[in-house]
């Protein structure tokens, strides 16, 4: 499916049911009534590369119980929800992806395990950059863009063993990287700047934060916050906060 202009239809522009080892490939999907590409129970091993996804009224690119599938190089902006995203699918690669000016999140992972996000720069949207919710663990998110947002960068909510490593994360309205009721997760040589809170943890236990470069933030660095203990922090650079440079609420043996 490559080099078609799919808009102005009443349910999803591209919607592929059980199906597999499909290529969706530099389309133009926009204007329609729910989703612009919607992979949907068990499609697997699919590759989405290169479409310009924009204007729908709900997700640009939504995967529901479908895993092994490659989404990359797409710009999805301007959507009515998320740019992207990912509820109950696991063993995805997104790579390389803009997702920009969409009304809720940039790339949302929900129930969502074992996904792979790398190199994506999500920027302008309304809510956070990249959401992942409802236990979406074991991903792996590195050497992203995060930026703009209009709420946190990264936030990850009851969501554990996830590594984000590598990441630029700045200018946001809120935090940088926000960790809520989120449990053994690392957090590796990221770069955190001119958010309010550079890294902020709320009752959050048991993760690691080592070689961050967390600067520039209008008020703490690295906030813990309400029982967030037994974290480890190791080698990380925190400077130039306009408020502390590491502080602890009721959080203990960190």
Avoid: C, E, M
Wanted: proline content about 0%; charged content about 0%.
């Amino acid at each position: 499916v490559t080099a078609n202009s799919i808009y102005n239809n009443s349910a999803d522009g591209i919607l592929l049911l059980s199906s597999s080892n499909n290529l969706i490939s530099s389309n133009s999907v926009y204007n329609n009534s729910q989703f612009g590409i919607y992979l949907f129970l068990s499609s697997i091993n699919n590759t989405v590369s290169n479409n310009s996804v924009y204007s729908n009224t709900q997700n640009g690119i939504r995967l529901s119980v479908s895993n092994n599938n490659v989404i990359s190089n797409n710009f999805a902006y301007s959507n009515g929800v998320s740019g992207i995203f990912l509820s109950g699918s696991s063993n995805n690669t997104l790579s390389n992806n803009f997702v920009v000016n969409n009304i809720g999140y940039g790339i949302r992972l929900s129930g969502s395990d074992n996904n792979t996000l790398t190199s994506n720069s999500a920027y302008n949207n309304a809510n956070s950059g990249i959401y992942l919710q409802s236990s979406s663990n074991n991903n792996t998110l590195s050497n992203n863009s995060v930026y703009n947002n209009s709420q946190n960068g990264i936030y990850l909510l009851t969501s554990n063993n996830n590594t984000l490593s590598n990441n630029s994360v700045y200018s946001n309205v809120v935090n940088g990287i926000s960790l809520s009721l989120s449990n053994n997760n690392t957090l590796l040589r990221n770069s955190v700047y001119n958010n309010i809170l550079g890294i902020y943890f709320d009752g959050s236990s048991n993760n690691s934060l080592s070689s961050n470069s967390v600067y520039n933030n209008s008020f703490s660095g690295i906030y813990l916050f309400f029982s967030s203990n037994n974290n480890t922090l190791l080698n990380n650079s925190v400077y130039n906060n306009t408020n502390n440079g590491i502080s602890f609420a009721t959080s203990t043996n960190n």
